[in-house]
Structures are given as C-alpha cells and as structure tokens.
C-alpha cells in the first residue's frame, strides 16, 4: 500500500520536487514520487531567481519539465512561488543604480512577472503560491522591498494579477510558523480584507517547518480552525519535522515533546539514536492525527522533500547540519512512520 492510495478520500498528498527528480536524473527519487504522492509542488524552479533572472529573460527549462513530471503521475502540480523576497531576482525592485524604483514601475514588473509566468502554465496548475511569508512573528508587515514601496497594497495587486491571467487557478497565501499568534491574526486579517474587497484567495498555506519541540500541536490547531472560519481551505504546504532544536526564541516551545540536545551532535552522526528517532516518529504522527482530525477543512498535506537527503534543513539554519526531517530515509526507504500513516488514514 502507498500514502496516495490510503489518503486518496482524505487529502492529498504531496512533495516538492527538486530538480534532479523532476528530469528524472534521480531515479529512485522520481520513482518514490511517482509511487507515493498525489500532489507535487516546485522546491526552487520556479521562484524568481529561477524562472526570470533578468528583467527581459525568463528561463523555463526547469518548470517546464517540472510541470509536465507532474502530469505524466497524473498528479496535482502547484506553482510556488510568484512575490517572494527571498530568492528573489536582483533586478525585481530596484534600478540599474540598486535604488528602489517608482510604485508604477514596481507594479508593471509585477504584473509582467506574474501574467507571463502563470499564463505559461494555464489550465496546467490546480493552484499558486501567490505571495510568501508577507509576515514578522508578531504580525507586523514584514518590511520587504515590495512592502517598501507599495505598503500592504502589493499583496491584493498580486492575488489580482494572478487571477486575471488565469481565472480557473487557484490562489493560495502561505507562510511559516503559522502557530503564533501574532502571525495567525495577521493572516487571518489579510485573507478577510482580500474576501471583503472581492478579491479570489482559495487556500492559507501554513508550511509547518516544525521541530520536536515547537509548536505546540494546539496552537497549531487553533491557527488551522482559525483559518478556515474565513471561509478558505488550509493547507499543510511544506513539513518537514527537523530534530535539532530551533534557534527562534518566539517558536513556542512545546517541552513535553523535548528531548536533550547537545551541541556536541551537531553536525548528527550518521545514525540518529534511536530514542530520538522513536521521538520524531511519534510527534510526526501526532500532526498527521491532527491533519486526519480536520480532513474537512484540510486539501492538501505536502511534505518539503520526499527523503532526508532531499532537505533543505540539512543546511538551514546553519550549513553541514545532518537531519532527518523526512519520510523516507537517505535510500529512499519508508521510515516507520509510512506504515503508521498508512494504517491510521
Ligand atoms: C528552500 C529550498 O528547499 C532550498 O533548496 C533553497 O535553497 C531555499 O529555499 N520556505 C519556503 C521554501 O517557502 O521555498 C523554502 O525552500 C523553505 C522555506
């Protein structure tokens, strides 16, 4: 049995997909893939810096090839990301001098960007990551270039750009650490200023780059229900549970499910002890529970990687780290958890 097969009536389930996978260069990776998830979603080929380097070139290779991976598993494909201001391109913001431009430039470039590259792949997505991590921890606007010089405005001119070059996707907010509360009342004011105005918004994205010591599962929860009380469907768009504790002092420790860290295991040694492995096992499987809980409000759960060498956490926050944030282990084999998901679903 797969997780696609056994979560096919409750949500999809999904990964994003590097580029190796996508061109099928990784075999076993595009295999598990192929095998085991329902939804795909782009890791790094479609951002800004990927797909439109330069004012006047776009690169498509990868997205192209991304894409029509997706469709050949019969898989639902999302586009991630179109305004973000993490890699994002130079020249996006600011003139040839590196100065902010104009708001009338700004919203021609992003509405250029966002025409070209969603049209590209019209009637092809289910849906788009329009904006990113617009938000501070305490819900403040994040002062990012797009904020810098159009204020609040950038994030419905977005929405609106997106719909209009392709009315039928479907149009997603997302961010991390969605558990705080500051966060959660930010977005939750966002998605029912977009509705009140008129404007399309499908989805709230909550990442869910998670640890085994924050966030507490009911934060977690009330920010979930919270979301879908707007009247918009929540999705779980990039989990992966790290077992090294986080650096962010504001993540809201959850201290039952702790366990001691030491320094000293920094980088991990090749084999994670066992008790913190039967640790990361139960604690994954307390958030699917959770999931399978609000199967009513939740469309999609997509892991950020299918397999622990495939993760981003394995260099973030701080490079030459060993992590196991995933599903499958660095031979793409099913961990533990794959069986319990599957039995419980
Ligand atoms: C990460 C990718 O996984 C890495 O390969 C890349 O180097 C940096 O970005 N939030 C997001 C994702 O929305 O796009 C990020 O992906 C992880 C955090």
Redesign the pocket.
Known sequence: NTLKEALKDKFLIGT?VNTQQASGKDKAGAEVIRKQFSAIVA??CMKSQEIHPEENRYNFTQADEFVTFGEKNNQTVTG??LIWHT?LSRWFCVDKDGKNVSPEILKKRMKDHITTVVKRYKGRLKGWDVV??AFEDNGEYRKTKFYEILGEEYIPLAFQYAHEADPNAELYY?D?SMALPGRRAAVVKLVKDLKKRGIRIDAIGM?G?VGMDYPKISEFEKSMLAFAETGVKVMIT?LDLTVIPSPNPNVGAEVSASFEYNKEMNPYPKELPAEVAKAWTARMNDFFRLFLKHQDIITRVTL?GVADHNS?RNDWPMNGRTDYPLLFDRNYQPKPIVDLIIKEA
């Open positions: 994003a890791e790094n991630h990301t890699q990113n991590e997302n991390y990442q780059h990039e950020w981003w």
